[in-house]
Protein backbone atom coordinates (compact mmCIF):
# COMPACT_ATOMS: atom_id res chain seq x y z
CA UNK A 1 0.00 0.00 0.00
CA UNK A 2 2.86 2.25 0.93
CA UNK A 3 4.56 1.48 -2.00
CA UNK A 4 1.83 2.01 -4.19
CA UNK A 5 0.82 5.55 -2.65
CA UNK A 6 4.53 6.53 -2.62
CA UNK A 7 4.95 5.74 -6.36
CA UNK A 8 1.67 7.27 -7.80
CA UNK A 9 -0.39 9.09 -5.31
CA UNK A 10 -2.89 7.04 -4.96
CA UNK A 11 -4.49 3.42 -3.51
CA UNK A 12 -7.29 1.27 -3.71
CA UNK A 13 -8.43 -2.27 -2.05
CA UNK A 14 -10.01 -4.15 0.11
CA UNK A 15 -9.75 -4.68 3.39
CA UNK A 16 -10.65 -6.45 6.97
CA UNK A 17 -11.53 -3.48 9.59
CA UNK A 18 -12.46 -3.67 13.15
CA UNK A 19 -15.52 -2.04 13.94
CA UNK A 20 -16.03 -0.19 17.59
CA UNK A 21 -18.03 -3.08 18.69
CA UNK A 22 -15.33 -5.72 18.06
CA UNK A 23 -16.59 -7.18 15.14
CA UNK A 24 -14.66 -7.12 11.78
CA UNK A 25 -15.77 -6.24 8.56
CA UNK A 26 -14.69 -5.43 5.26
CA UNK A 27 -14.81 -2.05 3.56
CA UNK A 28 -13.16 -0.71 0.69
CA UNK A 29 -10.60 1.82 1.18
CA UNK A 30 -9.17 4.69 -1.05
CA UNK A 31 -6.30 6.56 -0.12
CA UNK A 32 -4.55 9.76 -1.99
CA UNK A 33 -2.14 11.50 -1.19
CA UNK A 34 -2.61 15.41 -1.26
CA UNK A 35 0.21 17.55 -1.89
CA UNK A 36 0.42 21.50 -1.35
CA UNK A 37 1.71 24.07 -4.30
CA UNK A 38 5.02 23.36 -3.80
CA UNK A 39 4.57 19.95 -4.19
CA UNK A 40 5.12 18.78 -0.50
CA UNK A 41 3.24 15.97 0.80
CA UNK A 42 1.09 17.45 3.42
CA UNK A 43 -2.10 14.75 4.05
CA UNK A 44 -3.74 11.85 3.33
CA UNK A 45 -7.66 11.50 2.49
CA UNK A 46 -8.88 8.03 3.11
CA UNK A 47 -12.31 7.84 1.49
CA UNK A 48 -14.06 3.93 2.84
CA UNK A 49 -17.50 2.11 2.31
CA UNK A 50 -18.64 -0.77 4.13
CA UNK A 51 -18.77 -3.27 1.77
CA UNK A 52 -20.17 -6.43 4.26
CA UNK A 53 -23.81 -6.20 2.73
CA UNK A 54 -22.35 -6.18 -1.13
CA UNK A 55 -20.44 -9.20 -0.28
CA UNK A 56 -22.65 -11.14 1.46
CA UNK A 57 -24.92 -10.65 -1.51
CA UNK A 58 -22.13 -11.90 -3.50
CA UNK A 59 -21.57 -14.53 -1.65
CA UNK A 60 -24.87 -15.69 -1.57
CA UNK A 61 -25.07 -15.37 -5.15
CA UNK A 62 -22.21 -18.06 -5.85
CA UNK A 63 -23.90 -20.33 -2.83
CA UNK A 64 -27.04 -19.88 -5.30
CA UNK A 65 -25.51 -20.29 -8.23
CA UNK A 66 -24.25 -23.79 -6.75
CA UNK A 67 -26.86 -25.31 -4.85
CA UNK A 68 -30.82 -25.58 -4.34
CA UNK A 69 -32.63 -22.86 -3.13
CA UNK A 70 -35.01 -25.29 -1.15
CA UNK A 71 -32.92 -27.99 0.57
CA UNK A 72 -29.64 -25.89 0.83
CA UNK A 73 -28.12 -29.46 -0.86
CA UNK A 74 -25.40 -28.67 -3.56
CA UNK A 75 -27.34 -28.92 -6.82
CA UNK A 76 -26.24 -30.47 -10.20
CA UNK A 77 -23.52 -28.33 -10.68
CA UNK A 78 -21.95 -28.38 -7.30
CA UNK A 79 -22.13 -32.21 -7.71
CA UNK A 80 -20.61 -32.64 -11.08
CA UNK A 81 -17.24 -30.54 -9.22
CA UNK A 82 -17.08 -32.91 -6.14
CA UNK A 83 -18.17 -36.41 -8.08
CA UNK A 84 -14.75 -35.55 -10.14
CA UNK A 85 -12.81 -34.63 -7.55
CA UNK A 86 -14.30 -37.99 -6.06
CA UNK A 87 -12.92 -39.70 -9.26
CA UNK A 88 -9.51 -38.47 -8.96
CA UNK A 89 -8.82 -39.35 -5.26
CA UNK A 90 -10.50 -42.74 -5.68
CA UNK A 91 -8.33 -42.99 -8.84
CA UNK A 92 -5.53 -42.17 -6.29
CA UNK A 93 -6.30 -44.40 -3.79
CA UNK A 94 -7.30 -47.22 -5.79
CA UNK A 95 -10.67 -47.03 -4.43
CA UNK A 96 -14.06 -46.87 -5.21
CA UNK A 97 -16.85 -44.19 -6.06
CA UNK A 98 -20.87 -45.34 -5.83
CA UNK A 99 -23.83 -42.91 -7.13
CA UNK A 100 -26.79 -42.95 -5.59
CA UNK A 101 -29.88 -42.14 -7.70
CA UNK A 102 -32.81 -41.52 -5.57
CA UNK A 103 -36.38 -41.19 -6.88
CA UNK A 104 -39.06 -40.28 -4.31
CA UNK A 105 -42.25 -42.95 -4.99
CA UNK A 106 -45.61 -41.22 -5.68
CA UNK A 107 -44.52 -37.67 -5.05
CA UNK A 108 -46.44 -36.48 -8.23
CA UNK A 109 -49.75 -37.51 -6.14
CA UNK A 110 -48.55 -35.98 -2.99
CA UNK A 111 -47.71 -32.45 -4.44
CA UNK A 112 -51.06 -32.91 -6.62
CA UNK A 113 -53.63 -33.63 -3.88
CA UNK A 114 -51.82 -31.63 -0.91
CA UNK A 115 -50.13 -28.35 -2.65
CA UNK A 116 -46.78 -27.37 -3.49
CA UNK A 117 -45.67 -26.09 0.02
CA UNK A 118 -46.57 -29.28 1.64
CA UNK A 119 -44.51 -31.27 -1.44
CA UNK A 120 -41.94 -28.43 -0.41
CA UNK A 121 -41.80 -29.41 3.14
CA UNK A 122 -41.56 -33.01 2.86
CA UNK A 123 -38.49 -32.55 0.57
CA UNK A 124 -36.65 -30.24 3.31
CA UNK A 125 -37.82 -33.57 5.94
CA UNK A 126 -36.51 -36.39 3.74
CA UNK A 127 -33.12 -34.01 2.95
CA UNK A 128 -32.99 -33.73 6.93
CA UNK A 129 -32.96 -37.84 7.12
CA UNK A 130 -30.27 -38.13 4.08
CA UNK A 131 -28.20 -36.42 5.81
CA UNK A 132 -28.26 -38.09 8.74
CA UNK A 133 -27.71 -41.24 7.00
CA UNK A 134 -24.74 -40.57 5.54
CA UNK A 135 -21.40 -39.68 6.70
CA UNK A 136 -20.23 -35.83 6.61
CA UNK A 137 -17.70 -36.77 3.33
CA UNK A 138 -20.32 -37.97 1.19
CA UNK A 139 -22.19 -35.74 -0.87
CA UNK A 140 -25.92 -35.87 -0.98
CA UNK A 141 -27.29 -33.38 -3.87
CA UNK A 142 -30.60 -32.31 -5.07
CA UNK A 143 -30.99 -32.37 -8.92
CA UNK A 144 -35.00 -31.39 -8.97
CA UNK A 145 -38.36 -32.02 -8.45
CA UNK A 146 -38.12 -34.96 -6.22
CA UNK A 147 -34.07 -36.49 -7.36
CA UNK A 148 -31.65 -36.53 -5.11
CA UNK A 149 -28.02 -37.83 -5.75
CA UNK A 150 -25.99 -39.65 -2.98
CA UNK A 151 -22.02 -39.80 -3.95
CA UNK A 152 -19.87 -42.30 -1.84
CA UNK A 153 -16.44 -41.94 -1.71
CA UNK A 154 -13.43 -44.33 -0.24
CA UNK A 155 -15.91 -47.33 -0.84
CA UNK A 156 -13.90 -50.38 -0.12
CA UNK A 157 -16.81 -53.00 -1.60
CA UNK A 158 -20.16 -52.50 -3.31
CA UNK A 159 -21.78 -54.20 -0.02
CA UNK A 160 -20.95 -50.82 0.95
CA UNK A 161 -23.45 -48.91 -1.16
CA UNK A 162 -26.17 -51.10 -0.60
CA UNK A 163 -26.25 -51.10 2.68
CA UNK A 164 -26.02 -47.24 2.77
CA UNK A 165 -29.50 -47.36 0.39
CA UNK A 166 -30.92 -49.87 2.51
CA UNK A 167 -30.36 -47.04 5.21
CA UNK A 168 -31.89 -44.53 3.47
CA UNK A 169 -35.16 -46.98 2.54
CA UNK A 170 -35.59 -47.81 6.55
CA UNK A 171 -34.99 -44.35 7.25
CA UNK A 172 -37.49 -42.53 5.01
CA UNK A 173 -39.92 -45.07 5.61
CA UNK A 174 -41.49 -43.64 9.02
CA UNK A 175 -44.15 -41.22 8.44
CA UNK A 176 -43.81 -37.65 8.08
CA UNK A 177 -45.83 -35.11 9.54
CA UNK A 178 -46.62 -32.14 7.54
CA UNK A 179 -49.06 -29.51 8.06
CA UNK A 180 -51.34 -31.77 9.68
CA UNK A 181 -50.93 -34.62 7.27
CA UNK A 182 -49.42 -37.95 8.13
CA UNK A 183 -47.31 -38.64 5.15
CA UNK A 184 -45.91 -42.07 4.03
CA UNK A 185 -43.72 -42.14 1.51
CA UNK A 186 -40.93 -44.56 -0.16
CA UNK A 187 -37.88 -43.94 -2.33
CA UNK A 188 -36.60 -45.74 -5.30
CA UNK A 189 -32.62 -45.91 -5.74
CA UNK A 190 -30.59 -47.02 -8.86
CA UNK A 191 -26.78 -47.25 -7.62
CA UNK A 192 -23.76 -46.70 -10.44
CA UNK A 193 -20.09 -47.66 -9.41
CA UNK A 194 -17.09 -46.24 -10.54
CA UNK A 195 -15.20 -47.09 -12.30
CA UNK A 196 -17.27 -50.73 -12.96
CA UNK A 197 -20.03 -48.74 -15.06
CA UNK A 198 -18.34 -45.23 -16.47
CA UNK A 199 -15.45 -43.12 -15.77
CA UNK A 200 -17.53 -39.67 -15.58
CA UNK A 201 -20.58 -37.74 -14.21
CA UNK A 202 -22.79 -38.24 -16.79
CA UNK A 203 -22.11 -41.83 -17.81
CA UNK A 204 -22.51 -42.52 -14.10
CA UNK A 205 -25.29 -40.54 -13.38
CA UNK A 206 -27.52 -41.76 -16.31
CA UNK A 207 -26.76 -45.32 -15.58
CA UNK A 208 -27.96 -44.91 -12.32
CA UNK A 209 -31.19 -43.03 -13.17
CA UNK A 210 -31.90 -46.20 -15.04
CA UNK A 211 -31.27 -48.02 -12.17
CA UNK A 212 -33.27 -46.02 -10.26
CA UNK A 213 -36.31 -47.07 -13.26
CA UNK A 214 -35.49 -50.82 -12.44
CA UNK A 215 -36.39 -50.07 -8.57
CA UNK A 216 -39.71 -48.61 -9.14
CA UNK A 217 -40.78 -51.48 -11.74
CA UNK A 218 -39.17 -54.03 -8.88
CA UNK A 219 -42.32 -52.25 -7.02
CA UNK A 220 -40.75 -49.34 -5.63
CA UNK A 221 -39.23 -49.14 -2.31
CA UNK A 222 -36.35 -51.07 -2.86
CA UNK A 223 -32.49 -49.89 -4.26
CA UNK A 224 -31.13 -51.72 -7.88
CA UNK A 225 -27.55 -51.81 -9.27
CA UNK A 226 -27.12 -51.08 -12.76
CA UNK A 227 -26.55 -53.80 -15.11
CA UNK A 228 -25.82 -53.72 -18.93
CA UNK A 229 -28.82 -55.45 -19.50
CA UNK A 230 -30.74 -52.46 -18.13
CA UNK A 231 -29.43 -50.52 -21.13
CA UNK A 232 -31.44 -52.60 -23.63
CA UNK A 233 -34.65 -52.40 -21.11
CA UNK A 234 -34.10 -48.81 -21.32
CA UNK A 235 -34.44 -48.12 -24.64
CA UNK A 236 -37.78 -50.22 -24.44
CA UNK A 237 -38.94 -48.07 -22.02
CA UNK A 238 -38.32 -45.30 -23.54
CA UNK A 239 -40.34 -46.35 -26.60
CA UNK A 240 -43.14 -47.76 -24.40
CA UNK A 241 -43.00 -44.11 -23.06
CA UNK A 242 -43.21 -42.25 -26.50
CA UNK A 243 -45.70 -44.52 -27.69
CA UNK A 244 -48.26 -44.30 -24.50
CA UNK A 245 -48.82 -40.43 -25.35
CA UNK A 246 -50.77 -41.91 -28.48
CA UNK A 247 -52.51 -45.38 -27.49
CA UNK A 248 -55.74 -43.50 -26.24
CA UNK A 249 -56.10 -41.79 -29.61
CA UNK A 250 -55.14 -44.83 -31.66
CA UNK A 251 -57.75 -46.81 -29.68
CA UNK A 252 -54.98 -49.26 -28.40
CA UNK A 253 -56.21 -50.36 -25.20
CA UNK A 254 -58.62 -53.23 -24.84
CA UNK A 255 -60.00 -54.91 -22.06
CA UNK A 256 -59.99 -58.10 -20.48
CA UNK A 257 -62.31 -60.41 -18.18
CA UNK A 258 -61.68 -62.46 -15.77
CA UNK A 259 -64.31 -64.44 -14.07
CA UNK A 260 -64.66 -64.50 -9.87
CA UNK A 261 -65.79 -67.86 -9.06
CA UNK A 262 -67.84 -69.34 -6.03
CA UNK A 263 -65.47 -72.38 -4.69
CA UNK A 264 -68.62 -74.19 -3.46
CA UNK A 265 -71.03 -74.25 -6.65
CA UNK A 266 -68.75 -72.74 -9.45
CA UNK A 267 -70.99 -69.41 -10.27
CA UNK A 268 -69.26 -67.38 -12.19
CA UNK A 269 -70.19 -64.11 -9.08
CA UNK A 270 -68.19 -61.58 -11.34
CA UNK A 271 -65.58 -60.17 -13.42
CA UNK A 272 -62.80 -58.03 -12.88
CA UNK A 273 -61.69 -55.64 -15.87
CA UNK A 274 -57.85 -55.51 -16.83
CA UNK A 275 -56.34 -53.45 -19.33
CA UNK A 276 -54.05 -54.68 -22.17
CA UNK A 277 -52.30 -52.54 -24.33
CA UNK A 278 -52.26 -53.36 -28.12
CA UNK A 279 -49.62 -51.70 -29.99
CA UNK A 280 -48.17 -52.66 -33.69
CA UNK A 281 -44.76 -52.48 -32.70
CA UNK A 282 -44.89 -53.43 -28.94
CA UNK A 283 -47.41 -56.09 -29.21
CA UNK A 284 -49.80 -56.84 -26.36
CA UNK A 285 -48.42 -55.08 -23.73
CA UNK A 286 -49.28 -56.29 -20.17
CA UNK A 287 -50.67 -53.50 -18.01
CA UNK A 288 -47.45 -54.38 -15.30
CA UNK A 289 -45.45 -52.73 -18.31
CA UNK A 290 -47.50 -49.44 -18.85
CA UNK A 291 -49.97 -48.56 -15.87
CA UNK A 292 -46.86 -47.30 -13.55
CA UNK A 293 -45.82 -44.91 -16.42
CA UNK A 294 -49.19 -43.77 -16.92
CA UNK A 295 -49.26 -42.83 -13.13
CA UNK A 296 -45.78 -41.58 -13.62
CA UNK A 297 -46.83 -38.96 -16.52
CA UNK A 298 -50.19 -38.58 -15.19
CA UNK A 299 -51.99 -40.42 -18.12
CA UNK A 300 -53.36 -42.43 -15.77
CA UNK A 301 -56.45 -40.31 -15.44
CA UNK A 302 -57.75 -40.31 -19.28
CA UNK A 303 -56.98 -43.95 -19.27
CA UNK A 304 -58.91 -44.73 -16.09
CA UNK A 305 -61.89 -43.11 -17.21
CA UNK A 306 -61.56 -44.71 -20.59
CA UNK A 307 -61.40 -48.21 -18.46
CA UNK A 308 -64.40 -47.32 -16.86
CA UNK A 309 -66.45 -46.12 -19.44
CA UNK A 310 -65.29 -49.44 -21.61
CA UNK A 311 -66.18 -51.66 -18.57
CA UNK A 312 -69.48 -50.53 -18.47
CA UNK A 313 -70.44 -50.19 -21.64
CA UNK A 314 -69.23 -53.54 -22.42
CA UNK A 315 -71.58 -54.76 -19.07
CA UNK A 316 -74.45 -53.44 -20.92
CA UNK A 317 -74.06 -54.90 -24.44
CA UNK A 318 -74.22 -58.25 -22.15
CA UNK A 319 -77.34 -57.48 -20.49
CA UNK A 320 -78.80 -56.82 -23.73
CA UNK A 321 -77.61 -59.81 -25.17
CA UNK A 322 -79.21 -61.89 -22.29
CA UNK A 323 -75.58 -62.97 -21.25
CA UNK A 324 -77.12 -61.70 -17.81
CA UNK A 325 -75.93 -58.71 -15.56
CA UNK A 326 -72.84 -59.32 -13.86
CA UNK A 327 -70.92 -57.30 -11.43
CA UNK A 328 -67.89 -55.78 -13.19
CA UNK A 329 -64.94 -54.35 -11.04
CA UNK A 330 -62.67 -52.02 -12.21
CA UNK A 331 -58.79 -51.26 -10.95
CA UNK A 332 -58.48 -47.86 -9.71
CA UNK A 333 -55.47 -46.39 -9.51
CA UNK A 334 -54.70 -43.95 -6.52
CA UNK A 335 -54.35 -41.15 -8.62
CA UNK A 336 -57.39 -40.94 -10.46
CA UNK A 337 -59.20 -40.81 -7.45
CA UNK A 338 -57.11 -37.73 -6.37
CA UNK A 339 -57.67 -35.64 -9.74
CA UNK A 340 -60.51 -33.39 -9.67
CA UNK A 341 -63.79 -34.31 -9.05
CA UNK A 342 -63.68 -38.32 -9.18
CA UNK A 343 -66.95 -39.27 -8.19
CA UNK A 344 -68.80 -36.91 -10.22
CA UNK A 345 -67.02 -38.29 -13.36
CA UNK A 346 -67.87 -42.07 -12.24
CA UNK A 347 -71.41 -41.00 -11.78
CA UNK A 348 -71.27 -39.32 -15.27
CA UNK A 349 -70.33 -42.59 -16.87
CA UNK A 350 -72.41 -44.11 -15.36
CA UNK A 351 -75.14 -42.21 -16.30
CA UNK A 352 -73.94 -41.92 -20.01
CA UNK A 353 -73.72 -45.24 -20.20
CA UNK A 354 -76.61 -47.05 -18.24
CA UNK A 355 -74.79 -49.27 -16.66
CA UNK A 356 -76.21 -50.25 -13.28
CA UNK A 357 -74.27 -48.75 -10.72
CA UNK A 358 -75.05 -51.62 -8.37
CA UNK A 359 -73.10 -53.65 -10.62
CA UNK A 360 -70.06 -51.97 -10.55
CA UNK A 361 -66.83 -52.79 -8.40
CA UNK A 362 -64.30 -50.37 -7.93
CA UNK A 363 -60.67 -51.64 -6.78
CA UNK A 364 -58.59 -49.54 -4.82
CA UNK A 365 -55.10 -49.87 -3.12
CA UNK A 366 -54.28 -49.89 0.02
CA UNK A 367 -52.16 -46.93 -0.37
CA UNK A 368 -55.64 -44.77 -1.14
CA UNK A 369 -55.50 -44.68 2.90
CA UNK A 370 -52.22 -43.20 3.22
CA UNK A 371 -52.74 -39.57 1.83
CA UNK A 372 -55.58 -36.97 2.50
CA UNK A 373 -57.85 -39.85 4.40
CA UNK A 374 -61.13 -37.17 4.72
CA UNK A 375 -61.42 -36.01 0.71
CA UNK A 376 -60.88 -40.03 -0.07
CA UNK A 377 -63.71 -40.53 2.41
CA UNK A 378 -65.84 -37.79 1.13
CA UNK A 379 -65.46 -39.18 -2.64
CA UNK A 380 -66.04 -42.94 -1.80
CA UNK A 381 -69.40 -42.09 0.55
CA UNK A 382 -70.67 -40.20 -2.44
CA UNK A 383 -69.97 -43.34 -4.94
CA UNK A 384 -71.38 -45.98 -2.34
CA UNK A 385 -74.36 -43.95 -1.86
CA UNK A 386 -74.99 -44.46 -5.44
CA UNK A 387 -75.10 -48.08 -4.97
CA UNK A 388 -70.98 -48.77 -6.11
CA UNK A 389 -69.25 -51.24 -4.10
CA UNK A 390 -65.78 -51.11 -3.09
CA UNK A 391 -63.01 -53.98 -2.67
CA UNK A 392 -59.86 -53.17 -1.63
CA UNK A 393 -57.24 -55.25 -4.44
CA UNK A 394 -53.79 -56.68 -3.49
CA UNK A 395 -54.60 -56.86 0.36
CA UNK A 396 -51.79 -57.90 3.04
CA UNK A 397 -49.58 -56.07 0.60
CA UNK A 398 -49.55 -53.01 1.42
CA UNK A 399 -50.60 -50.93 4.63
CA UNK A 400 -53.60 -50.43 5.93
CA UNK A 401 -55.37 -49.09 8.98
CA UNK A 402 -58.50 -51.26 10.48
CA UNK A 403 -60.49 -48.10 11.17
CA UNK A 404 -59.82 -46.46 8.24
CA UNK A 405 -61.22 -49.95 6.32
CA UNK A 406 -64.16 -49.23 8.39
CA UNK A 407 -65.00 -45.96 7.50
CA UNK A 408 -64.42 -45.96 4.20
CA UNK A 409 -67.42 -48.66 4.13
CA UNK A 410 -65.39 -51.43 1.91
CA UNK A 411 -67.54 -54.32 0.83
CA UNK A 412 -64.92 -56.61 0.11
CA UNK A 413 -60.95 -57.70 0.27
CA UNK A 414 -58.97 -59.34 -2.22
CA UNK A 415 -56.33 -61.21 -0.88
CA UNK A 416 -53.09 -60.49 -2.46
CA UNK A 417 -51.34 -63.55 -5.29
CA UNK A 418 -48.65 -63.83 -2.80
CA UNK A 419 -50.54 -65.38 0.24
CA UNK A 420 -52.55 -68.09 -2.29
CA UNK A 421 -49.20 -69.19 -3.93
CA UNK A 422 -47.33 -70.92 -1.31
CA UNK A 423 -50.54 -71.67 1.28
CA UNK A 424 -50.08 -74.97 1.15
CA UNK A 425 -46.71 -75.05 1.70
CA UNK A 426 -46.19 -72.21 3.81
CA UNK A 427 -47.55 -72.34 7.20
CA UNK A 428 -46.85 -68.62 7.74
CA UNK A 429 -49.32 -67.70 4.51
CA UNK A 430 -51.76 -69.56 5.35
CA UNK A 431 -51.54 -68.06 9.40
CA UNK A 432 -51.85 -64.87 6.81
CA UNK A 433 -54.72 -65.84 4.29
CA UNK A 434 -56.71 -67.31 8.02
CA UNK A 435 -56.16 -64.23 9.97
CA UNK A 436 -57.22 -61.61 6.92
CA UNK A 437 -60.21 -64.50 6.49
CA UNK A 438 -61.21 -64.28 10.07
CA UNK A 439 -60.88 -60.24 10.33
CA UNK A 440 -63.23 -60.14 7.40
CA UNK A 441 -65.57 -61.84 8.84
CA UNK A 442 -65.93 -60.01 11.95
CA UNK A 443 -66.04 -56.50 10.23
CA UNK A 444 -68.32 -58.16 7.36
CA UNK A 445 -66.41 -57.92 4.27
CA UNK A 446 -66.75 -60.11 1.74
CA UNK A 447 -63.43 -62.01 0.76
CA UNK A 448 -61.87 -63.33 -2.13
CA UNK A 449 -58.29 -65.15 -3.09
CA UNK A 450 -56.51 -64.01 -6.09
CA UNK A 451 -54.47 -65.85 -8.05
CA UNK A 452 -55.75 -69.68 -7.79
CA UNK A 453 -53.91 -71.76 -9.39
CA UNK A 454 -54.57 -75.16 -8.54
CA UNK A 455 -57.06 -77.39 -6.06
CA UNK A 456 -54.61 -77.85 -4.14
CA UNK A 457 -54.78 -74.37 -2.70
CA UNK A 458 -58.62 -74.07 -3.42
CA UNK A 459 -59.08 -77.14 -0.61
CA UNK A 460 -56.84 -74.92 1.79
CA UNK A 461 -58.86 -72.14 0.86
CA UNK A 462 -61.67 -73.87 1.52
CA UNK A 463 -60.54 -74.68 5.26
CA UNK A 464 -59.66 -71.50 5.85
CA UNK A 465 -63.29 -70.31 5.31
CA UNK A 466 -62.08 -68.11 1.97
CA UNK A 467 -65.02 -69.50 -0.72
CA UNK A 468 -64.58 -66.90 -3.76
CA UNK A 469 -61.52 -67.15 -5.79
CA UNK A 470 -60.52 -65.60 -8.72
CA UNK A 471 -57.43 -67.41 -11.01
CA UNK A 472 -55.94 -69.26 -13.65
CA UNK A 473 -57.58 -72.52 -12.10
CA UNK A 474 -60.83 -71.38 -13.71
CA UNK A 475 -60.14 -69.47 -16.25
CA UNK A 476 -57.20 -66.70 -17.67
CA UNK A 477 -58.52 -63.37 -18.25
CA UNK A 478 -60.57 -63.24 -21.90
CA UNK A 479 -61.59 -61.21 -24.41
CA UNK A 480 -64.80 -59.89 -24.23
CA UNK A 481 -66.29 -62.33 -26.89
CA UNK A 482 -64.25 -65.47 -25.22
CA UNK A 483 -65.94 -64.58 -22.02
CA UNK A 484 -69.33 -64.22 -23.48
CA UNK A 485 -69.11 -67.91 -25.06
CA UNK A 486 -67.76 -69.47 -21.93
CA UNK A 487 -70.75 -67.95 -20.13
CA UNK A 488 -73.51 -69.00 -22.43
CA UNK A 489 -71.88 -72.73 -22.79
CA UNK A 490 -71.27 -73.26 -18.91
CA UNK A 491 -74.59 -71.04 -18.19
CA UNK A 492 -72.65 -69.13 -15.83
CA UNK A 493 -71.18 -72.01 -13.96
CA UNK A 494 -67.71 -72.91 -14.25
CA UNK A 495 -68.13 -76.15 -12.82
CA UNK A 496 -66.45 -77.90 -16.09
CA UNK A 497 -63.37 -77.66 -15.05
CA UNK A 498 -62.58 -78.19 -11.89
CA UNK A 499 -64.47 -78.52 -8.84
CA UNK A 500 -62.98 -78.05 -5.47
CA UNK A 501 -63.04 -80.87 -3.42
CA UNK A 502 -64.27 -79.75 0.16
P1 LIG B 1 -54.79 -57.02 -10.13
O1 LIG B 1 -55.85 -56.01 -10.09
O2 LIG B 1 -54.39 -57.64 -8.83
O3 LIG B 1 -55.26 -58.08 -11.19
C1 LIG B 1 -55.05 -59.44 -11.10
C2 LIG B 1 -53.85 -59.83 -11.90
O4 LIG B 1 -53.53 -61.17 -11.55
C3 LIG B 1 -54.10 -59.85 -13.41
O5 LIG B 1 -52.89 -59.53 -14.06
C4 LIG B 1 -54.43 -61.30 -13.65
O6 LIG B 1 -54.18 -61.73 -14.97
C5 LIG B 1 -53.51 -61.97 -12.69
N1 LIG B 1 -53.98 -63.29 -12.31
C6 LIG B 1 -55.25 -63.68 -12.13
N2 LIG B 1 -55.31 -64.98 -11.78
C7 LIG B 1 -54.03 -65.42 -11.72
C8 LIG B 1 -53.44 -66.69 -11.41
O7 LIG B 1 -54.09 -67.67 -11.10
N3 LIG B 1 -52.08 -66.78 -11.45
C9 LIG B 1 -51.32 -65.69 -11.80
N4 LIG B 1 -50.00 -65.87 -11.83
N5 LIG B 1 -51.84 -64.48 -12.10
C10 LIG B 1 -53.20 -64.35 -12.05
P2 LIG B 1 -52.83 -58.41 -15.16
O8 LIG B 1 -54.04 -58.42 -16.01
O9 LIG B 1 -51.48 -58.52 -15.80
O10 LIG B 1 -52.89 -57.07 -14.30
C11 LIG B 1 -51.87 -56.73 -13.43
C12 LIG B 1 -52.23 -55.52 -12.62
O11 LIG B 1 -52.33 -54.36 -13.43
C13 LIG B 1 -53.58 -55.63 -11.94
O12 LIG B 1 -53.45 -56.39 -10.77
C14 LIG B 1 -53.88 -54.18 -11.66
O13 LIG B 1 -53.20 -53.76 -10.51
C15 LIG B 1 -53.27 -53.50 -12.85
N6 LIG B 1 -54.34 -53.17 -13.79
C16 LIG B 1 -54.93 -53.96 -14.71
N7 LIG B 1 -55.89 -53.29 -15.38
C17 LIG B 1 -55.90 -52.04 -14.85
C18 LIG B 1 -56.68 -50.86 -15.10
O14 LIG B 1 -57.59 -50.82 -15.94
N8 LIG B 1 -56.41 -49.75 -14.37
C19 LIG B 1 -55.43 -49.76 -13.42
N9 LIG B 1 -55.21 -48.65 -12.72
N10 LIG B 1 -54.70 -50.85 -13.15
C20 LIG B 1 -54.93 -51.98 -13.86
MG1 LIG C 1 -57.55 -55.78 -9.40
MG1 LIG D 1 -54.84 -57.86 -7.14
Redesign the pocket.
Known sequence: MWRRLEASGHWQGEIWDRRKSGEIYPKWLGISAVRDTLDQLTHYVAIFSDISERKEAQERIEFLARHDPLTGLPNRMLLADRLEQALAHADRTQSKVALLFLDLDRFKTINDSLGHPVGDALLQEITARLKASVRETDTISRLGGDEFVVVITDLEDEEIAASVAQKILEITRAPFSIGGHTLNTSISIGITLYPTDGGDFDTLLKKADIAMYHAKDAGRNTYRFFTEQMNVNALERLLIQNRLQQALEKNEFV??Y?PQVALGTGRIIGI?????WRNPELGLV???RF?PM??ENGA?VA??DW?LREACRQARAWREDGIGTLPVA????TL?LQHGDFAERVLTIIAETGHDPRMLEL?F?ESILIQDVERVLGQVHRLKAAGITVAI??FGTGYSSLSYLKRLDVDRL?I??SF??DISTDPDDAAIVRAITQMARSLRLKILA????TTEQTRFLLAEGCDEV????YS??LTADAFANLYRQTSGFITNLTRAPR
Open positions: LHQEALIRPPDIAEIIGVVNISQETDDKDRIREGAEQGFLRP
